[in-house]
């Protein structure tokens, strides 16, 4: 059975500029077209729609984006997008966004799909799970593509953070007193050669900084980062979205010195609905049990579902056992203590 995969794209009314000759130059007055960028989204965790929405606002307050948004309706931590089966995945896109989140997705040939692609120069933003994404992998090709390796994060709390590249044009602005709403540090396990770590925060734990903000270089392609982005409240935060913004407009070699958009690149002062750059996302028959319904019932012949939980006991499944049990037919976990570590229940079934 192949995943599901709600793919949102949106189609933009074409200006003539789109049309032009390439080989004829534009009127000295035209304006560049807006950028392309390709959000990739979804997985175990987080409330991807809302990060998405807040993502397309604060952009459209800082600059002019065309956007297509591919939201994954899966939970789980495990998936393969059919997106990246077609070679030509990001023709088109100016840059790629990844907020997508499964940690268990290992097969070397489908993330070199993905690295590859960037190496060759297609610019990214990455942005918290997608440093924990194939983190089973045996290969390191997605992590020196992130500039960071991770495979663990700490409690949440409101962390300081502290700008350590302060000329960087990205980090322009950014206060020197700003804490994070809740929101989960992630501990950096290897920084790699071409990244440059513009932030930090203290670990309450160790004492340890932790790169919290970061530019990398993977072959031709340029990449900015961030381990936050957990919880609504950071996304509900104008620091954290407009730094986000920044980060995607230098990746595309659009933004200046001063933390301004290139010329031509300004925001077009109307919201992103109305100029056509929002999304909308008419899945929602694809959502929870109704989803599940649906595509148990297109099952290929002679495939049948398989029932992972019995709604009695945690038999068939790995983890931390003292966190987990079943109540009243339901899966619970819950903590009476800090958590210092992730501790995901996994299933022992495929």
Not at 195 to 218: D, H
Request: hydrophobic residues 35%; contains cysteine.
């Amino acid at each position: 059975m192949k995943p599901f995969l709600a793919i949102l794209t949106l189609l933009l009314a074409l200006t003539p500029l789109a049309f032009s000759d390439e080989k004829t130059p534009p009127a000295a007055d035209a304006k560049p077209k807006p950028l392309r960028v390709l959000l990739i989204t979804g997985g175990c965790c987080h409330d991807y729609k809302y990060q998405s929405d807040k993502f397309i606002e604060a952009a459209a307050k800082i600059t002019n984006i065309q956007w297509t948004v591919e939201l994954d309706p899966r939970k789980g931590t495990r998936g393969e997008l059919e997106l990246y089966k077609n070679p030509d995945w990001a023709k088109g896109y100016d840059v790629v966004i990844h907020n997508e989140c499964f940690a268990d997705t290992d097969d070397p040939a489908y993330i070199r799909s993905i690295t590859e692609v960037h190496k060759a120069g297609v610019p990214a933003v990455v942005v918290h799970c997608a440093m924990h994404t194939y983190r089973a992998a045996k290969i390191d090709d997605w992590r020196q593509f992130l500039g960071v390796s991770s495979f663990m994060h700490e409690h949440q709390s409101n962390y300081p953070v502290t700008v350590t590249e302060k000329d960087h044009p990205i980090m322009k602005g950014f206060p020197a007193d700003w804490k994070t709403p809740k929101d989960e540090l992630y501990v950096l396990q290897k920084v790699w050669p071409e990244t440059k770590i513009l932030a930090t925060s203290k670990s309450e734990r160790t004492g340890k900084e932790q790169g919290v903000f970061w530019t990398n270089t993977y072959g031709k392609g340029r990449v900015f980062g961030t381990t936050y982005g957990h919880g609504n409240a950071t996304w509900d935060d104008d620091v954290f979205t407009a730094t986000l913004v920044r980060g995607l407009l230098w990746s595309a070699g659009k933004l200046t010195d001063d933390g301004k958009p290139a010329k031509g690149y300004e925001p077009t002062g109307k919201s992103a609905a109305a100029t056509g750059t929002g999304y909308n996302i008419s899945n929602s028959k694809h959502d929870g049990a109704n989803w599940a319904h649906d595509m148990v019932t297109k099952l290929p012949e002679g495939e049948s579902p398989v029932a992972l939980f019995n709604g009695t006991d945690l038999k068939g499944w790995q983890g931390l056992k003292e966190r987990w049990t079943v109540e009243n037919g339901l899966i619970v976990g819950r903590n009476n203590d800090a958590v210092p570590t992730s501790t995901y229940l996994f299933t022992e079934k495929s």
